[in-house]
């Protein structure tokens, strides 16, 4: 059974809007939705599309998404994270820890990732940094996908991995298996929470080292967001080049701060993670959402100056489309396996 099987018809229509991505249920009055535009009202997309439904009416759909995604959800247990069978990905939250209203948040998974040229097309990926991604994914080298909640990066992940050579064994470890990759030989390992009684939790660092007996031509994790990334490292360390992972940041020159959070929640030292970080990742791309917008606005590279993280910019991309070289721009390119100009074509 799928989800668009039993929904309401007034979420079903909303979930039939061409390219929406979430939906978000703060109240029965007050549903937004993005569709690659921002936050919309949901009765200012579709007219007429709210229910004339209570609280205890979107307490009970949440209630009932959970159900389907196997997971419980009461006063016991009043926040659930869950995948519905569909893939689409439920987040709700029940009074008292939600302010007077259950609130519940959908995530839909796009059912295949976008082709590459539509990635240029879209105005996520510029025209001259579209063959540079590309060329550093099918060179193997290791790959960080940064930005904000919303910006893109799972999408642009899955297009990376459709880039992969046939021929390689993909291991793509998540929390909730968002990203549909269009690749033949993809292993999917999906974290699971402990059941009711605190038992039965398989997390994110396991998956990593459970991936390293897997025979993995690469290991990719859809997020970074903890102590996993002592696994991480270390198993990006082992020879499996050509990984790649999103990670939550606000620009690219952030991302060796995150890494050095992150590596503090695993007991890691900052040199340690800087010496790790450094051996596994060959660059940061950086996306943003800016008036309705997804796009990669930073390319960078990462290495260690005076023993410490750092990025060094290769590229940035403004939000008219200008695409302005850095000082690695010349590394980036040889990275990528390409012959090129230092410098790029600009955008008009």
Known sequence: MTTLEWVPDWLRRLLEVPGITDVLINSPREIWIDRG???ERADDVVPGVLPRWEAADVRALAVRFASLGGRRLDDAAPAV???LPDGTRLHAVLPPVADGCAVVSLRIVRSSSLEWEDLAVSGMLHRDLAPVVR????????LILSGATGSGKTTLLASCLAQVDAAERIVLIEEAGEVRADHPHVVRLVERAANVDGAGA????RLVREALRMRPDRIVLGECRGAEIRDVLL???TGHRGSLTTLHANAAEDVPARLVGLGALADLSERAVALHAAAAFGGVVHLVQQDGRRRVAQVALLDMAD???RTVPAAEVDAEGRLTPAVAWPR????AGLIAPAEPVRAA
């Open 202 to 205: 398989v997390g994110l660092s």
């Open 135 to 142: 060329g550093l994914v099918r060179s193997r080298q290791s």
């Open 235 to 237: 198993a990006l360390n």
């Open 307 to 309: 023993g410490r993280l």
């Open 81 to 83: 994270d869950a995948r």
């Open 332 to 335: 980036l390119v040889e990275a």
């Open 37 to 39: 535009l921002g936050l």
